[in-house]
Nanobody, 115 residues
Framework: QVHLVESGGGLVQPGGSLRLSCVAS????????MSWYRQAPGKERELVAH????????NYADSVKGRFTISRDNAKNTVYLQMNSLKPEDTAVYYC????????WGQGTQVTVSS
């Protein structure tokens, strides 16, 4: 059975940092490109960051470039999102997604940036 379980969300002050993790099971993680998406209340889900299956290439939304870093550890079936210099507009539910011939989604983790 496929599972993607995100963790690491929470409440943080503006300018702070969080590290999200997404642990995968039930599929060949190392074959899958992985992405982080986010969805704020009343808004569409948007792509935040993407990493290829071997981790050799990454892409970021313009809004997070220079602040967020996506990485993966295929030995641990885990993808990470390091988020620095957080802003209130980063508040959202963050989801990880695995993509190969199909897409798998996690259940999401809430990130709230507020003073």
């Amino acid at each position: 059975q496929v599972h993607l379980v995100e963790s690491g969300g929470g409440l943080v002050q503006p300018g702070g940092s969080l590290r999200l993790s997404c642990v995968a099971s039930g599929f060949s993680f190392s074959r899958y490109a992985m992405s982080w998406y986010r969805q704020a209340p009343g808004k569409e889900r948007e792509l935040v960051a993407h990493i290829t299956s071997a981790g050799g290439s990454t892409n970021y939304a313009d809004s997070v470039k220079g602040r967020f870093t996506i990485s993966r550890d295929n030995a641990k079936n885990t993808v990470y999102l390091q988020m620095n210099s957080l802003k209130p507009e980063d508040t959202a539910v963050y989801y990880c997604r695995g993509t190969y011939y199909t897409n798998y989604w996690g259940q999401g983790t809430q990130v709230t940036v507020s003073s």
